[in-house]
């Protein structure tokens, strides 16, 4: 009997440590890794931003989530958690001995699994270590775990990796993450009820998630909010004011995307930085965006776009028209002949993209009518002829070379004999209107783009003078022949636009930039650096702006006009109206529209630069005063300028370019150069 006595104390003992020594054995156990919660480092959600701090677009992989520091979290967020989930959490070892035997009797009496006691270290480990499985081996390796983990980490540890690890609905991991989603706050302008709401969310995320059962989700919020009440953690007023309270949720998507281009672009970056974590590393890029311009930049494609479409239906019309009348008539004369041209407006698109002329901060940036149809960006990486878009560099170099806008230019057709693969060939280029003035001054020849004039100003200047003088500009593959009149090297309308800082910075080029700076952990890994390049002087190039002025207001570019800001622009059509460009800039603002078929095809002949482009232009600058009414208006006149009246129009003069009574004779070495 005494024996019998013995081994049943024996027995008890023993069924009472075993769990402990069972515990105890896999605590010191290295299978169970907890490394990658000890060393924790999950992929973080990184966001863009525009030029005024407003979110672009969140870009992350597969879970979106911003990570927020113990130190970024209030207490109140804290407090709730710990009230509705492990009140004894600051007190336990990671496991609830009082809350496990409370399960078991109930399991007991009940026969099946009516309450949990799971710890918020429990509920950590689950999530990050283990299956959800509903397996008492998997219990047991969730005590284990979480006991191992408690000896690694402080509980302040623990809840900085709950709070950012715990799924809260609607595709948001982390506390942070949902707090921006649902009520677009900052965790630290959380009301308590918004903070009940979420730390009531991962029990049920699905069921408790505001954005699908509002009022489920309120009685959830209310239940935290009344525990905190039965503790003694909120006074009476402030439980009555968080009971009544009913915040509004908003239902996002999760990445936000408020323009495409620009998440593209800045993508492409990245990978050329050599940063291949832009989707898990947390970044806060800034960059040099407006929202509000990038809006107005898309809007005014698409507008001139569509009027595009409504002009080549209403030609289609008048030419079956003629087709129809031309058919009726009995062996036509060949002045009579007519052919209906085959447009494919399918393959019609543009691109748009603007920026400040003295920072080079790339302010829009669209590179096609829809980006839904067409996520190719015409604007960075379309390659196009800019045609007379380009006429404006030679000029600029006649007038850093001396030459005024009142200086004549021979505008006469001439035959050109060059040989090519050992054929002998002749080049005769034309005005775009068939006609040719004889001589026209430097400043009508530019306004109303006269091809024949540009050529004999080429020759004028010296073909190899030219080229050498463009290579200051930073012009890539210059063509070093006459074509290099008609503007037939290829360039994207963001290198054009770079490029025509030489003009609306006062002779300064800048380089383009759309990342402003980089941040990750709260340290900045990347700032813009200034690139900036004298190309004219100020007077040389307020005297092109002049020009370019006139092009807008009298010459090809009339289309591009706004009322109430001085604008100057020169368009673009290249051979059989393939491209269609409008390049210019207010006083502080630069924009390069460009238009045409994908396929390289040409577009209805009568679309032009200014015809295409122009539209878009105009409307994107009306936008622009509507937004900014403030802005700078009018351009700046340099020192040294002299403003004369030539033929009943305004001239104007440099110390470079003289005015005709002040032109001395020419020596040796300027007929040499000439």
């Known amino acids: 009997m005494k024996f019998i006595k013995r081994l049943f104390i024996l027995l008890f003992i023993l069924g009472v440590l075993s769990p402990f020594v069972v515990v105890g054995y896999y605590l010191s156990n290295d299978d169970f890794d907890i490394s990658s919660l000890v060393d924790y480092k999950p992929s973080v959600t990184s966001r863009i931003y525009d ?7 969140n870009i992350f992989d597969k ?3 911003y990570y927020a520091s113990f130190d970024e979290i209030p207490p109140r967020i804290v407090e709730a958690l710990v009230a509705i989930e492990d009140t004894t959490f600051f007190e336990h070892p990671g496991i609830n001995i009082d809350a496990i035997f409370r399960a078991a009797i109930k399991v007991v009496r009940a026969g099946r699994a009516v309450e949990g006691a799971s710890t918020i270290t429990q509920q950590l480990v689950k999530n990050v270590l283990l299956t959800r499985e509903k397996k008492l081996s998997r219990k047991i390796k969730e005590a284990i775990y979480a006991i191992k983990l408690e000896r690694h980490l402080s509980k302040e540890q623990i809840l900085e990796r709950y709070l950012n690890e715990i799924y809260y609905g609607h595709g948001y991991y982390g506390v942070k993450t949902a707090a921006d989603g649902y009520f677009h706050k900052r965790l630290e302008d959380l009301t308590l009820k918004e903070m009940a709401i979420l730390v009531g969310l991962p029990k049920a995320p699905s069921t408790y998630a505001p954005t699908k059962n509002y009022d489920i989700s309120m009685g959830r919020a209310n239940r935290v909010i009344e525990r905190m009440h039965v503790l003694g953690w909120i006074d009476d007023k402030t439980y009555e004011v968080a009971l009544i309270e009913t915040p509004a949720v908003y239902d996002d998507t999760l990445t936000q995307n408020k323009a495409p281009f620009i998440v593209d672009e800045v993508s492409r970056r990245f990978r050329d930085m050599g940063i291949e974590d832009l989707k898990t590393g947390g970044y806060e890029i800034y960059t040099s965006i407006s929202l509000r311009l990038q809006s107005a930049a898309k809007e005014s494609l698409k507008f001139a776009y569509d009027e595009s479409l409504e002009r080549i239906e209403k030609y289609k019309e008048k030419e079956l028209k003629k087709l129809a009348e031309f058919q009726k008539i009995d062996n036509p004369s060949e002045n009579e002949m007519f052919e209906l041209q085959d447009v494919n407006v399918s393959q ?5 993209v603007s920026l400040d002329s003295a920072s080079g901060d790339i302010l829009a ?9 067409s996520s190719y ?4 990486q379309g390659k196009r002829q ?10 600029q170099v006649a007038l850093d070379l001396g030459y005024s806008g009142a200086s004549e230019l021979v505008d006469i057709a001439k035959t050109y004999e060059y040989e090519k693969d050992g054929e002998e060939m002749k080049w005769q280029p034309k005005n775009y ?22 050529i004999n100003l080429v020759n004028e200047i010296g073909l190899n003078n030219l080229v050498r003088e463009l290579k200051k500009f930073n012009v890539k593959n210059i063509p070093h022949d006459l074509s290099i009149s008609l503007g037939t090297m290829s360039m994207s309308p963001l290198e054009l636009a770079k490029y025509y800082t030489s003009f609306s910075n006062a002779g300064v080029q800048v380089q383009p930039h759309l990342i402003l700076s980089i941040d990750k952990a709260n340290k900045t890994i990347y700032e813009k650096m200034d690139e900036r390049e004298q190309m004219s002087s100020p007077t040389q190039s307020f005297i092109m702006t002049t020009i370019l002025r006139d092009v807008v ?4 570019a009339r289309r591009a006009r706004v009322k109430g800001i001085e604008l100057a622009g020169k368009t673009g059509t290249t051979n059989n109206n393939v491209d269609g460009w409008l390049a210019g800039y207010s006083p502080t603002i630069g924009t390069i529209v460009w238009f045409g078929n994908d396929n390289n095809t040409p577009m209805y002949k009568k679309e032009t630069g200014g015809r295409i482009s122009g539209p878009a232009f105009a409307h994107y600058y009306k936008r622009v005063l509507e937004l900014y009414p403030q802005i700078k208006r009018e351009f700046d006149v340099p020192e040294g300028i002299i403003e004369v009246e030539v033929d009943n129009r305004k001239e104007y003069f440099s110390d470079i370019s003289k005015p005709p009574r002040m032109k001395m004779t020419s020596d040796s070495e300027e007929e040499l150069l000439f």
């Open 51 to 57: 030029r005024n701090g407003e979110k672009i677009a």
């Open 63 to 65: 879970k979106h989530r």
């Open 348 to 352: 019609l698109n543009g691109a748009l």
């Open 365 to 373: 940036l669209v590179g096609s009518v829809d980006y839904k149809k």
């Open 377 to 380: 960006n015409r604007a960075t």
């Open 386 to 395: 800019p045609g007379s878009a380009f006429k404006p560099f030679i000029y």
């Open 433 to 454: 209107e068939k006609n040719y003035k004889g001589l026209v001054t430097l400043r009508e020849a530019l306004i109303h783009s006269r091809n024949l004039a540009t």
């Open 553 to 556: 207001n009298r010459g090809t």
